[in-house]
């Protein structure tokens, strides 16, 4: 069983950094593909970024690219997403993810996940 806990959630300035992380209480990140996905108000989920298993290759979405970046921790069993120059429009309630049956690049479908946590609130204001 896969058991996910998100954290680092808040409300940050326009501009600002802030660091999410999600917990793996039964497992290290091994063996399957590991991501963020994120619901803006009134919209749907949407892929973040996502990391593969080995050699740990990343994918990002286009509106993220070149502001956050995706990261694990294998020995503390850690997932994590750096948030640089964040904008108001990258405000949403951010989830982790864990695709354990389908491929990394697959895993941007949400479809396509298996496990999820309970989400973090990051709110931008301007």
């Known amino acids: 069983q896969v058991q996910l806990a998100e954290s680092g959630g808040e409300l940050v300035q326009e501009g600002g950094s802030l660091r999410l992380s999600c917990a793996n209480s039964?497992?290290?990140?091994?063996?399957?593909?590991a991501g963020w996905f994120r619901q803006p108000p009134g919209k749907e989920r949407e892929f973040v970024a996502a990391?593969?298993?080995?050699?740990?290759?990343?994918y990002y979405a286009d509106s993220v690219k070149g502001r956050f970046t995706i990261s694990r921790d294998f020995a503390k069993k850690m997932l994590y997403l750096q948030m640089n120059n964040v904008k108001p429009e990258d405000t949403a309630v951010y989830y982790c993810?864990?695709?354990?049956?389908?491929?990394?690049?697959?895993?941007?479908?949400?479809?396509?996940?298996?496990?999820w946590g309970h989400g973090t609130q990051v709110t931008v204001s301007s």
């Open positions: 990391i593969s298993w080995t050699p740990g290759y990343t």
């Open positions: 993810a864990v695709a354990i049956h389908s491929t990394t690049q697959e895993m941007k479908q949400s479809h396509n996940v298996d496990y």
């Open positions: 039964d497992r290290t990140f091994t063996n399957f593909g």
